[in-house]
C-alpha cells in the first residue's frame, strides 16, 4: 500500500533553515500530485507547498519567499527547503498526496520547532 516517510524536522532558532524529506513507495510516485502541509497544536491543517497537475508550484502566503518545494522522481522523494524560520513555523509537517492530503494519515509527520 501506500506509504510515505517523512524526516529532516528538528529545532533550529529563528532564521534557521530545515530541508525535509518525504520518501514515497507502493504507488507511482511519478504520476502523483503531492503536497506538504502542517499543523500545529490547536490549529488546523493547513496547506504548505504542493505541486500543480501541470507541474507548477503553490505556497501559502506565509511561507512564500521562504520556502522551496522541489522533488526527484527517480528518488521517490519530495523535499521542503525551509529557510529564514520564524516561530510561527512550528508545526507538525506531513507530506500527502494533493487530492486526498491530510495530516496524518498518510505518514507519522516530521516534526518543526524554531525558536525566538
Known amino acids: 500500500g501506500v506509504h510515505l516517510v517523512e524526516s529532516g524536522g528538528g529545532s533550529v532558532q529563528a532564521g534557521g533553515s530545515l530541508r525535509l524529506s518525504c520518501t514515497a513507495s507502493?504507488?507511482?510516485?511519478?504520476?502523483?500530485?503531492m503536497g506538504w502541509y502542517r499543523q500545529a497544536p490547536g490549529n488546523e491543517c493547513e496547506l504548505v507547498s504542493a505541486?500543480?497537475?501541470?507541474?507548477?508550484?503553490i505556497y501559502a502566503d506565509s511561507v512564500k519567499g521562504r520556502f522551496t518545494i522541489s522533488r526527484d522522481n527517480a528518488k521517490n522523494t519530495m523535499y521542503l527547503q525551509m529557510n529564514s524560520l520564524k516561530p510561527d513555523d512550528t508545526a507538525g509537517y506531513y507530506c500527502?498526496?494533493?487530492?486526498?492530503?491530510?495530516?496524518?494519515?498518510w505518514g507519522q509527520g516530521t516534526q518543526v520547532t524554531v525558536s525566538s
Open positions: 500527502a498526496p494533493v487530492v486526498s492530503w491530510s495530516c496524518g494519515y
Open positions: 507502493g504507488f507511482n510516485f511519478d504520476d502523483s500530485v
Open positions: 505541486f500543480t497537475s501541470d507541474g507548477r508550484t
